[in-house]
């Protein structure tokens, strides 16, 4: 399979106005991901889907990450002149991150047997502008995992098919796999109870023990 | 209520004696049929219960039913999800009377691993009166047999009168339990206070 590098070359060159990052990645498995815009998604995906040397027309995998706002502290070295000598200093740079939904797509090509290519689509931000464009139209199994992405951190598809709730109840309000999700705090007992737990289970042996005690055992 | 000397005395004489209470128990305690639903990996340990390895049928247990109309015994055997609980106290309303229930495994007592976690009920006896619960993560086919053995010993020594009495011949017991509905964070109500009980904890 060609090189990242060479395809996103190719996706530029075939589709001019395409915005297109290579996400580096520096663990062990090294495997980079491209972050294709949001506006250009369903080109992108099309072709590659359909280019001849590529033909992913497998999509194995999609999954979403939630990216809140925060603030990213890097280390820079610099080189900084201190009576005369040239030394070597840390410096840390705080930069703001805002907010995201990211979603994942992990392409594979049954018939020339190569892959995975990554893809990445991002959000505007985590409140009103979600809408990302749906590939269920390009790969027909992606619509499934596309629902649990919009069931579970709340991007919207535009132009899928069926875009409901498919784990959680459709009566259910919010997004439980977010990282500002309040869980309901539903589980009192807990015999040896430390941390945020021992916070939450402190409240309900206060309030709900003494309001209520167990009757006496009738027919 | 025959005196148990007399009657061991009247067996050896070859005359059986015993009480209509005895009898009935006796029948409904040998041929438990349990309803054929699972909910996760506890209910692969159940087939293996019902199968030649195991061999359920010593006991009585082994008609798994399909439909919970004909089913006296549900055994919860996995997680159950707030998804799924309504679907299950629906399941149980609709088992006829006399029924029993099995908690199986970690999931079906507390929520087992998924305790902390958002979406799965934490313990079927919120919802349902649990006879008998079987710890394990799964627990083995061994336990189940066991369990259905302690079912059995329970069935044999219930009382047909009294305050004791079963469930199914008190007039002024209601005879279904209320589903829970779907709230927009978690089901409504959360347990039903006539069952379930938070546990109270000395320290």
Redesign the interface.
């Known amino acids: 399979m060609e090189t990242l590098e060479q395809i996103k070359s190719r996706i530029e060159s075939a589709l001019p106005l395409t915005k297109l990052d290579i996400l580096p990645n520096e663990c062990p498995a090294g495997e980079r991901s491209l972050v294709v815009d949001a506006g250009r998604g369903l080109d992108v995906a099309r072709f590659l889907r359909d280019d001849a040397q590529l033909k992913l027309d497998y999509c194995s995998n999609v999954t979403g990450i939630d990216w809140p706002e925060a603030k990213i502290k890097t280390k820079v070295k610099k080189k900084v002149v201190v009576e005369g000598v040239e030394k070597e200093v840390e410096e840390t740079i705080e930069t703001l991150r805002s907010g995201h939904l990211e979603v994942v797509y992990h392409l594979y090509s049954m018939e020339l047997k190569h892959g995975p290519i990554v893809l990445r689509l991002r959000t505007e931000n985590r409140a009103d502008k979600t809408h990302l464009p749906s590939f269920t139209p390009v790969w027909r199994g992606a619509e499934f995992q596309e629902r649990e992405i919009y069931d579970l951190y709340g991007v919207i598809f535009d132009g899928h098919p069926d875009l409901r709730r498919i784990l959680m109840w459709d009566e259910f309000v919010g997004f439980p796999m977010r990282r500002d999700y309040v869980d309901p705090d539903d589980y009192e007992y807990e015999p040896t109870p430390h941390d945020e737990v021992l916070d939450k289970a402190k409240k309900h042996y206060s309030v709900e023990v003494k309001t209520e005690v167990k009757p006496e055992v009738k027919a | 209520m025959i005196d148990e000397g007399l009657k061991s005395e009247l067996q050896k004489q070859g005359v059986y004696v015993t009480s209509l209470q005895e009898l009935y128990n006796w029948g409904r305690a040998n041929s438990v049929w349990p309803l054929t639903f699972g909910l996760a990996c506890c209910a692969i340990e159940m087939m293996a219960a019902s199968m030649s390895r195991f061999d359920l049928a010593r006991f009585g247990a082994e008609v798994f039913r399909p439909s919970p109309r004909q089913a006296d015994l549900m055994i919860v055997a996995g997680t159950v999800t ?2 799924m609980a309504p679907l299950v106290v629906r399941l149980y309303n609709q088992m006829p009377e006399p029924k029993y229930v099995i908690a199986m495994g970690a999931c079906a007592i ?2 087992g691993p998924f ?5 799965v009920l ?1 313990g079927i006896d919120r919802y349902l009166p649990v006879d008998v619960a079987i710890p394990g993560c799964p627990p083995r086919p061994e336990a189940l047999i066991h369990a259905i053995m302690t079912l059995q010993e329970k069935i044999r020594n219930q009382d047909l009168t009294g ?3 079963p469930r199914h011949l ?1 007039a ?2 209601e005879g279904e339990y209320p589903v829970p509905v ?5 089901l409504e109500p ?1 347990k039903n ?1 006539e069952v379930w ?5 000395k320290r």
């Open positions: 707030k998804k507390s929520g305790k902390q976690g958002y979406n934490k305050p004791n009495r008190n002024d017991v779907y709230g927009k964070h978690d959360p206070s009980h938070p546990p109270m904890i």
